[in-house]
């Protein structure tokens, strides 16, 4: 029997969602019985202590006999444990440098670190996330902004919802302005930000449509890959060729820009993708958007005049399309930004089921098989030691 340890979040500022409910524990007890689960005691969870002790699961302070380790955000250096199994979202894969020390240090300790973001089905598709519920609150965090900024309508916060059911019955009587919004993306934050325009009972207009027309009532587009990237020699798109070459394409996404007043930012982004536009087109008269909700939330990534996160307590601000500096929201002349890297956790209780049951579904089955292809794949070093699928990490990581 392999031991489960359920770790306290200790990144600040703090998140509280966890990566398996009380109820999924309970029923991993039942069903799975080749997994004890145990907790780490935590004042800050969304479910608490004692939820998880009604459940039948153990509360303990020391984690040291768990064989493996589920944590959601970095896990401190300091909380590290020499030989273990973690996974959590360690934010490596792209060489970040903020967690450069973090991942040199899960080498030094011989640990076996499965990323989360890691865990892709043989297409490359991921199997798990927060994605879905990043998309539900960054898209109503931008309709919020919008209406905050313009004063035509106004939107309370998701956090003081306590459910997504509860959070549906604000939109009833919404009444929102002829505003055009665009949507990047076709994964699981785009499909989140979908459900929201649908919920607000924005409709749906086809990209020709939207970049000649104006309509009597709010709008939305949604860009996919063949619709947001060309190939600069001019042959057609392929969606496997963009993902080998991404460096071999350019953005068709400035005219969208010239259209829309609110911009839902969910694309995949790395360094060799072009962004979706340059700094400095916001200068242009023609660029409309007032609004963006930047919910891939990479600083100067594929909205290039995102500069860095927010918190969930204060998501937005203004940056001057003169200058390009920090301004505070609503004002003219200005673009409004929210990038928030802990979205879900206005829904802390719903997405943390979500990712729980994706959890016990696609990754726990395979959890205690070394040979399982989805773990293998995920990861990231080895008893201290950098996989061969990761092995571009080797200078990042000091070996």
């Not at 990209?207 to 027309?213: A, G, K, N, T, V």
């Not at 700094?279 to 995102?306: K, L």
Request: glycine share 8%; with cysteine; aromatic share 10%.
């Amino acid at each position: 029997m392999l031991t489960i340890g359920l770790l306290r979040e200790g990144k600040v500022p703090a998140d509280n969602r966890v990566a398996l409910t009380p109820d999924q524990c309970k029923w991993i007890h039942k069903h799975m019985p080749e997994y004890r689960v145990v907790v780490q005691v935590s004042p800050n969870r969304c479910f608490s202590d004692r939820e998880y002790h009604s459940a039948g699961v153990e509360l303990m302070e020391d984690m040291d006999e768990c064989d493996i380790l589920l944590g959601i955000k970095e896990v401190p250096i300091s909380t590290l444990i020499s030989g273990k199994t973690y996974l959590f979202f360690s934010h490596t894969r792209k060489q970040q440098s903020h967690n450069q020390e973090l991942f040199r240090t899960i080498l030094d300790k011989g640990i076996t670190l499965i990323d989360y973001e890691c865990l892709e089905h043989e297409d490359g598709t991921r199997i798990i996330g927060f994605g879905f519920f990043a998309g539900i609150v960054g898209a109503h965090n931008g309709i919020m902004a919008y209406g905050t900024r313009t004063g035509e309508f106004k939107l309370g916060r998701v956090y003081q919802q306590r459910s997504f059911r509860e959070l549906i019955h604000t939109y009833f009587g919404l009444k929102l302005p002829n505003i055009k919004i665009v949507v990047t993306g076709s994964g699981r934050v785009a499909h989140g930000i979908l459900e929201i325009m649908n919920l607000m009972g924005i409709r749906e207009v086809e990209p020709d449509e939207f970049l000649s027309r104006s309509f009597e009532y709010p709008v939305y587009v949604q860009l996919k890959g063949q619709d947001l990237y060309a190939r600069k020699d001019g042959q057609p798109y392929r969606r496997a060729d963009f993902h080998e070459h991404p460096e071999a394409f350019e953005s068709r996404f400035l005219p969208y820009a010239f259209q829309a007043d609110i911009l839902m930012n969910g694309v995949y982004w790395e360094q060799r993708i072009p962004r979706l536009f340059e700094p400095e087109f916001v200068a242009d008269p023609r660029f409309r958007i007032q609004t963006i909700s930047d919910i891939t939330d990479d600083a100067y990534g594929s909205v290039p005049i995102n500069l860095g996160d927010q918190t969930i307590e204060d998501p937005v601000y203004g940056v001057d399309r003169q200058t390009l500096q920090k301004t505070v929201p609503g004002i003219p002349g200005s673009v409004d930004i929210i990038a928030v890297g802990n979205l879900p956790n206005e829904l802390p209780r719903d997405a943390s089921r979500y990712f729980g049951e994706q959890l016990i579904k696609h990754v726990l089955p395979g959890l205690s098989d070394p040979s399982n292809p989805v773990i293998a794949r995920a990861r990231m070093t080895e008893h201290g030691n950098i996989t061969t699928a990761y092995a571009y990490l080797s200078e990042y990581g000091g070996k």
